[in-house]
């Protein structure tokens, strides 16, 4: 089963930039497709932003041209560099594998503890 940890989420200003980090836990990622979600309470989890193995990506509409996905297989984690931040952003960040399809990259496994985004209007 594949773990990860995600870090780099906190309280910021509506306008503002924070950089998601998620770390795999236990193997190398590099063969792997990795995506980020969020969740809000009540709601599912919501696919963000994927990229393959082999460097494709994929954003939901509402954060194209704001949100950047990367993976450093060397360092064995992706991030997602999030600019331009709004408040509908807010929500708890999550990484998991995914398969992927190019619009569409459902995750598989179970979801690991995520990181915080709140952002402030």
């Known amino acids: 089963q594949l773990q990860f940890v995600e870090s780099g989420g906190g309280l910021v200003q509506a306008g503002g930039s924070l950089r998601l980090s998620c770390a795999a836990s236990?193997?190398?990622?590099?063969?792997?497709?990795i995506g980020w979600f969020r969740q809000v309470p009540g709601k599912a989890h919501e696919a963000v932003s994927c990229?393959?193995?082999?460097?494709?990506?994929y954003y939901v509409a509402s954060v194209k041209g704001r949100f950047t996905i990367s993976r450093d297989n060397a360092k064995n984690t992706v991030y997602l560099q999030m600019n331009s931040l709004k408040p509908e952003d807010t929500a708890v960040y999550y990484c998991?594998?995914?398969?992927?399809?190019?619009?569409?990259?459902?995750?598989?496994?179970?979801w690991g503890q995520g990181t915080q985004v709140t952002v402030s209007s």
């Open positions: 998991a594998g995914v398969l992927f399809y190019g619009n569409y990259c459902p995750a598989f496994g179970s």
């Open positions: 236990g193997f190398t990622l590099d063969h792997y497709n």
């Open positions: 990229i393959s193995d082999d460097g494709r990506t």
